[in-house]
């Protein structure tokens, strides 16, 4: 990113210079990664995320009739839609297929969307895991909802975002990167029950107790990751279904082996073990979190990436490379965040450690012949926000 101008005034001039006028206004959304409880939203338990600084902005204005004009810095041509190819999921592809998703979401709930003309710049990276999609949701979703004067309070945006994605995108995704990117507050994780949306702003000032995260990106390439994704979350309402609870949310950690002993099978067994003991371990950080134990976390963070690694089976050679190299060069702790098969790794380290393990990292991936990683320490930021 280093030397880039900055990404708001990319988006103005990408729209100065595409429309040959001056923006309305311009929204950012950032990335996030998720601290830890993976694989555990569409399960309806409990995900911890954190906003990262890096953000997608969006310049836009309106434009008369039922049109949508969408230009981005990483697209040669704009991507140019109207009511018929927004209200047929699918129908716009690629990245314009999130704009068109937002928009049919938004008139599937019943609102009178303006049409707009936008710019999208980004500095969050694409296909790092790190939610440039749902970040680039959320943002068209608040410049829509601001140029047409929508009633459309932040709780409930995360709900239409996802439902762009699941419905128009195709991607059965869950709820959590929708409200991390949405519904962050600088300097704390954002504690979201799945199943009824409620939030906790638990406070994370890591600069306070000299710790940082290090996100590193494993830059492995994303093998099969969507149909992986989507057997996953199938094979665990299936387990649901087999136990008689309506999610394995509602299979406490306590009543674990009484449930594994009712499953047919070892790979069952496993899928369920990795959702129930997640969804502790996010109790758990949250509770040290909030008695100011930020070190003593590292443990839940490891023990997270074991469970995805040996029970979950989505962790590839490059992510747990990254983990065993972060911790033997003295990370408190390290996993795998996101959806899997690729994406990132973040490490809790003490501050004045964050280069050394990056470049233990990097010394591994040399050894194993991986491409080398990027890495940045995040600090987390805040939601999905109109700029000045
Ligand atoms: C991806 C999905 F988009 C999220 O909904 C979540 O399931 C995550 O993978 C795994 O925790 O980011």
Redesign the pocket.
Known sequence: MTGRPDVADRATAGFSHGYDATPAGRWAAPGRV?LI??????NDGF?LPFALPLRTVVAADPQPGERWTVRSEIADRPVDFGAADADTPGRVTGWGGYVAGVVWALREAGYAVPGARLAVASDVPLGS?L?SS?ALEAAVLAALADLGGLDLPAERRPRLAQRAENGYVG?P?????QSAVIRCRAGHALFLDCRDESVDHVPFDLDAVGLAILVIDSRAPHRHADGE?ASRRAACERAADLLGVPALRDVPVADLDAALGRLPDDETRRRVRHVVTENQRVLDTVALLRAGRVAEIGPLLTASHASMRDDFAITVPEVDTAVEAALAAGALGARMT???FGGCVLALVEASAAEPVAAAVRSAYAGRGFAAPDTLTALPASGATRLP
């Open positions: 998720n409880g993976e694989h555990t939203d569409y995900v895991g939610s749902a991607a995704t869950g709820i959590m990167d994704y996101g959806g899997g």
